[in-house]
């Protein structure tokens, strides 16, 4: 078993890929840290001045591609929401034939990249 342990650890050495994902922390997206990405922060810190917390980031791998997802959470308010590219460019809205919500809340193409202390949805 001893043996096993330190094939595995010495893989991980020759091996790049064991290493990236020890070095990215689960806020990261796109290959970088959120803070490393202006755009990001900028929507993080417009929706945490708001101070309303209903908004949530989601970022989405389907089709090769990667998509940020601000969900704004508000059922009863006319919104559409923007699908980002991993420069912040708008590629599409949430419900077209890119991502759909059924895609948000499927862990294995989705992961919550940032959410308030206290979110919560209005008019519910």
């Known amino acids: 078993m001893q043996k096993l342990i330190l094939f595995f650890i010495i893989s991980c ?13 689960p806020g990261s ?6 803070a490393e990405l202006p755009w990001l922060q900028k929507i993080i810190e417009e929706a945490e001045e708001d101070g309303v917390g209903t908004v949530k980031i ?5 089709g090769g591609e ?19 590219d991993c420069n912040g ?3 599409g809205y949430l419900g077209d034939a ?24 209005i008019d519910e």
Request: aromatic share 14%; hydrophobic share 35%; glycine share 2%.
């Open 66 to 84: 990667t998509y940020i997802v601000p969900f704004f959470c508000c059922p009863s308010c006319n919104y559409v929401i923007s699908l980002l």
């Open 13 to 25: 050495l020759f091996f790049p890929s064991c290493q990236e994902d020890a070095e990215l922390s």
């Open 89 to 91: 460019e708008i590629t």
């Open 29 to 34: 997206v796109c290959g970088k840290e959120i």
């Open 98 to 121: 890119k991502v759909s919500f059924d895609d948000i809340n499927n862990p294995k193409i989705s992961q919550l990249i940032w959410e308030p202390e206290q979110f919560k949805c």
């Open 58 to 62: 989601y970022s989405v791998e389907k």
